[in-house]
Each structure stands twice: as structure tokens, then as C-alpha cells.
């Protein structure tokens, strides 16, 4: 080979390795070109992009508004109910527990108040049993059944109203000057010392009976039975004294209720007192005796 065609083959040689970046280059030029179009491409949305909350808005918007869905309704009501329901449990055990509070004195005094009635309550099925016997036993049968309706004809007089009694008992006096006193608070109070064992009680000037009512009446005053009376407002009631006293004096009854309305309350035991007052005996318009 001569030396004119080696130097034009080293030449060309030389050309190729020169050329070769240049093909390439076009090309890397247009992945380049692509890349940039990209980035334009991009650049608009980029720009259109919203921007970022911050975590209080995050939660805010999950919270409003509310998406409830129907199991978690239902869960929130049985929730609200349940609830409801231990409410009003806890009232009405705290109303109910009156005595929670009592002192250890005051919840003996109690205990033996119950223990007395049921004393009471024994001692008459024992009197009954000793009529009974005594009527299957009499000689005399006739004679004795009328000694016991004489005798209960007296009992039951007392207790209609229709007879006069006397016995140990208590009186119980309320001085209210400020005409705080109404009707419904004397009507606990009788209602409480009949609990306790009471077989005669007059307030004032009137009997007080099985069918005795009581009002609230103008002027601060209190109507029994249609009868007006005004305070001082005088209980003589017939009874065992240790019974009835500390039944009025027990935490939260009649005269801590009084006394609240700072009303005076003053209970005096008796040997003897005198029931005077009394009621006309009705005949009933339609009630006849059985054995008639």
C-alpha cells in the first residue's frame, strides 16, 4: 500500500472517531429536547398545584361536616340511653337513702322502733288466739262472745272517733309564725306517728280518723276535715311514748322537715292523755253486716 493510501485511510479513520459524537449528540439533543418539553409539561401543573393544609385544618375538615354513618347512630343513642338510665339510678338511690347519713345511735333507735312494732303486732295475734280459745273453751259461750263484742265495740269507737280515750302518749306542739307550715307537712307527721303505733291522735280541736283530709286554707291556716285550725298546731296523740317520739325525730323526718321551715317543734311525753274530741258515728247508706 502506498503511502498516499495509508495517509488517506488514517484520515478517514480519524473522521469516523470525529463524526461519531456528532450522531450521537442529535440524539442525546433531542432526549434532552424531550426532557425539557417534559419540564414544561409539567411546569403548568406544578404552578396549578393547591396548596398544603396545615394539621388543624386536616382535622377540621374530617370533623365538618359530620359523616355519621347508621352503626355509629345507633351506638351514640344506646350510648345516650344507657347513660340516662345510671342517672336517674344514682338519683334515685341518693332520694332513697335517707338514712345513709344516720348515726349509729339514730339506726339503733330505728331498729328498735321495728323491733317494738313487731312486738306489738305478736302481742295482738296472741290476744286474738286467747279469745279464740276462750271461746271454744267457755262454759258459757253466749256470755263470753258478748264480753268480747262489748269490749270490741269500745276498740273500735276509739278508733272511729266516736268515743273519747285517754293513756300514755305524747304531745306534740308546732309554733310557725312565718305560716310556713302546710297541710302535706301534717299529714306526715300523722302519717308517721300512726306507723309508729298511735291509736288516738286529735289535732287542735279535731279527731283524726281513718278517713281524715287535710288542706292548705288561706291566712296561713289548715283545713282537717273542713275544720280551719291555725298554729300553734297542738298533735295529742295515744300511744307508747318511746315509740312515737323518736319516730318524729329520726333523720330527715317530721321535725328536722319542720325545722328546716323554722318552724318551733316540741314533743313532751304523758302518762296520760286525753282524746276529747269527737266525731258523730255515720250510718253507712249502703254497707250492711254479713250476717244479717
Known amino acids: 500500500m502506498s503511502e498516499g493510501e495509508n495517509k488517506n485511510k488514517n484520515n478517514e479513520q480519524h473522521r469516523l472517531r470525529k463524526e461519531l459524537p456528532d450522531e450521537v449528540a442529535p440524539e442525546a439533543a433531542d432526549g434532552a429536547g424531550h426532557a425539557d418539553g417534559a419540564d414544561d409539561a409539567e411546569t403548568p401543573a406544578a404552578e396549578t398545584k393547591k396548596p398544603s393544609l396545615t394539621g388543624r385544618q386536616r382535622l377540621a375538615k374530617g370533623l365538618w361536616p359530620p359523616r355519621v354513618s347508621r352503626a355509629q347512630l345507633i351506638v351514640a343513642v344506646l350510648l345516650f340511653v344507657l347513660g340516662l338510665g345510671l342517672a336517674i339510678q344514682v338519683r334515685s338511690n341518693?332520694?332513697?337513702?335517707?338514712?345513709r347519713g344516720a348515726r349509729q345511735e339514730d339506726l339503733v333507735r330505728?331498729?328498735?322502733?321495728?323491733?317494738?312494732?313487731?312486738?306489738?303486732?305478736g302481742d295482738e295475734k296472741q290476744r286474738l288466739e286467747g279469745q279464740r280459745t276462750e271461746l271454744e273453751n267457755s262454759s258459757d259461750q253466749a256470755e263470753e262472745a258478748r264480753k268480747q263484742t262489748v269490749e270490741r265495740e269500745r276498740q273500735?269507737?276509739?278508733l272511729a272517733g266516736t268515743v273519747a280515750a285517754q293513756g300514755p302518749g305524747i304531745t306534740l306542739t308546732i309554733t310557725d309564725k312565718k305560716g310556713a307550715v302546710q297541710a302535706d307537712m301534717l299529714l306526715d307527721a300523722i302519717q308517721e306517728l300512726r306507723a309508729a303505733g298511735a291509736e288516738a291522735i286529735q289535732v287542735n280541736d279535731v279527731r283524726v280518723v281513718a278517713d281524715t283530709y287535710l288542706t292548705d286554707a288561706s291566712g296561713g291556716k289548715v283545713s282537717v276535715d273542713g275544720h280551719k285550725i291555725g298554729e300553734p298546731f297542738v298533735f295529742k296523740v295515744i300511744g307508747k311514748p318511746q315509740d312515737l317520739e323518736p319516730a318524729l325525730n329520726i333523720p330527715g323526718g317530721v321535725v328536722q322537715t319542720l325545722e328546716k321551715e323554722q318552724a318551733t317543734v316540741t314533743v313532751t311525753q304523758a302518762q296520760k292523755i286525753v282524746v276529747d274530741a269527737l266525731r258523730p258515728a255515720k250510718r253507712p247508706d249502703y254497707a250492711q253486716s254479713s250476717s244479717q
Open 156 to 158: 273500735l269507737g276509739i
Open 94 to 99: 341518693s332520694d332513697s337513702s335517707a338514712l
Open 110 to 121: 330505728i331498729l328498735d322502733e321495728l323491733d317494738d312494732r313487731t312486738q306489738r303486732l
